[in-house]
Nanobody, 129 residues
């Protein structure tokens, strides 16, 4: 059974930076697309970033310039860092995975909610002004 566990959320002041991490376990397939999503209070969940097992990254247009992401395939770990945080970045941050039969079928790895099959419980990020 696939499990994803996020960590690293917390409270930070506007203008600061925060990193969140996700550890994936239980997946049998070698190739995967890992995604970060967030859900602000009262809003729908939105995609933030996607990273294929080959390292190709796609970021949401609204986040470009403030977000970076990385993954360590040997540790099955995914990280997201957001800089210049704004109060509107407040929300639950989730990681998710979809497994692929080949590296080719994992790309493009976009954070589109319907494509992902397993989700973590989320970690809360709160940005105060």
């Amino acid at each position: 059974q696939v499990q994803l566990v996020e960590s690293g959320g917390g409270s930070v002041q506007a203008g600061g930076s925060l990193s969140v991490s996700c550890e994936v376990s239980g997946g049998a397939q070698r190739h995967s697309c890992l995604g970060w999503f967030r859900q602000a209070p009262g809003k729908e969940r939105e995609g933030v970033a996607g990273i294929s097992s080959g390292g190709a990254k796609i970021f949401a247009d609204s986040m470009k310039g403030r977000v970076s992401a990385s993954r360590d395939n040997t540790k099955n770990k995914l990280s997201l860092r957001i800089s210049n945080l704004k109060p509107e970045d407040t929300g639950m941050y989730y990681c998710a995975v979809r497994f692929c039969p080949s590296l080719w079928s994992c790309t493009p790895c976009r954070a589109r909610e319907d494509d992902f099959t397993a989700w973590g419980q989320g970690t809360q990020v709160t940005v105060s002004s």
